[in-house]
């Protein structure tokens, strides 16, 4: 590295506040991706594109603009063409979006993490890269390559971090402490990749016939400083009239009471004990079926057909007198104490016998002939 650079032009202001805006926007990211793992569909998409501007953006972009305001050579103006200023921001939020979603849609697997860490590690180091040839100067650049691949290791680390901690922090006090590491991270980057840099100034001759082109930093000054203040403020005000995790988790059981409150409403059935569909049987030798109540001995005045003379009728019989012999009787239909149920009987005449208060046993049948 050549003594004519110098990278502290402004003291520790420059670096102090780029430190700051990094560690601001990556809080501001985790806070985010917090909120999209709680959200679904289209909200989660919006969610994690705000934390894709927030860390792409404030917390490494902007960083990087702030710490080159204190970059100086000597003997030369340094200007920066805006198209690839303006490409480099594009990359970092392209990048670290990128690895976002690949984490946090990939459930939390290795593979997903790793992969994405490599990713946004390497855009992160093509941002840097990209941002200092976009500068302008009466001189010859080249980079030490040992140091450019220590820098690139840091990016494509912190970046691993990074993500990691957007899938496990969730408190804010926890936000609050991986912000500072993933400040530390990004600004020690930055530091590592601007020791690669070796300057030479071209003779005072060729210096004179070179214009240098481009945008000087202060013209960039004022209208970042107003865009990334409304972003931020966007964003902070998201972050707090957001509800957080927990609240989230409250509102989706109070609407799941409130549609089975709804659904038990239109369906009765469903607050009411369902009638079994099969009774349970009764006692061997209990008489079952609507008719057969009134042959219970339990009920006065009732004939049980255990007791029933020959000149009384079964249940259901039709009488042309009470015990006359020549009574006719029929059971369509009727079920007999411990047979079951059958069908028709034929109407017989009666049996005679000298004592029609003879029993005749149930279910046997005589035919005189």
């Given amino acids: ?16 506040l780029a430190y700051v805006m990094s560690c601001i926007g990556s809080m501001l990211g985790l806070r985010l991706t917090a909120q999209a793992h709680a959200s679904r569909g289209g909200t989660r998409v919006r969610w994690l594109l705000g934390a894709s501007i927030s860390i792409g953006g404030t917390g490494i972009w902007v960083m990087h603009f702030i710490a080159m305001m204190g970059f100086a050579v000597e003997g030369t103006q340094i200007r920066y063409d805006v198209p690839l200023t303006a490409a480099s921001a594009v990359v970092a939020i392209v990048v670290v979006g990128t690895g976002l ?16 860490g490599l990713l946004t590690g390497l855009g992160v180091a093509s941002m840097h890269y990209l ?7 009466s001189a010859h650049i080249s980079y030490d390559r040992t140091t450019v691949a220590a820098s690139v290791a840091i990016a494509v ?3 691993t971090a990074a993500l990691w901690f957007t899938l496990r922090v969730k408190k804010p006090i926890w936000i609050t402490g991986a912000a500072l590491v993933m400040g530390v991270a990004v600004s020690g980057m930055h ?8 300057v030479r100034p071209m003779p005072e001759a060729d210096a004179a016939a070179s214009a240098v082109h481009g945008a000087d930093a202060l013209d960039f000054l004022v209208p970042l400083m107003t865009v990334i203040s409304l972003i931020t403020l966007t ?16 509102d989706a059981e109070l609407l799941a009471r409130l549609e089975l409150r709804r659904r038990t409403a239109q369906d009765p059935t469903l607050q009411t004990p369902a009638t079994p569909s099969n009774p349970a049987p009764s006692p061997p ?25 020959s000149g009384a009728a079964y249940p259901g019989a039709t009488h042309s007198g009470a015990g006359h012999p020549g009574a006719a009787r029929s059971n369509p239909g009727h079920a007999r104490p411990g047979l079951g149920p059958v069908g028709p009987a034929p109407v017989y005449p009666a049996p005679v016998h000298p004592d ?14």
């Avoid at 979603?101 to 994405?116: C, Q």
């Avoid at 941002?131 to 100067?137: I, P, Q, T």
């Avoid at 964003?235 to 409250?250: G, R």
């Fill in 1 to 16: 590295m050549s003594s004519a650079v110098n990278h502290f032009t402004q003291g520790p202001l420059t670096p102090a």
């Fill in 101 to 116: 979603f690949l984490v946090s849609y990939g459930g939390g697997k290795i593979l997903a993490l790793l992969g994405g």
């Fill in 131 to 137: 941002g200092m040839y976009a500068m302008n100067m």
């Fill in 157 to 159: 680390v912190a970046a």
């Fill in 191 to 198: 530091y590592t990749g601007m020791m690669a840099i070796e």
């Fill in 235 to 250: 964003m902070l005000l998201m972050v707090i009239l957001s509800p957080s995790e927990k609240e989230l988790h409250e």
């Fill in 285 to 309: 030798g209990h008489p079952t079926g609507p008719d057969t109540a009134h042959l219970d001995p339990a009920h006065p005045g009732s004939t049980h057909p255990a007791s029933a003379h």
């Fill in 356 to 369: 029609h208060h003879q029993q005749i046993p149930p279910g046997s049948r005589r035919r005189d002939r």
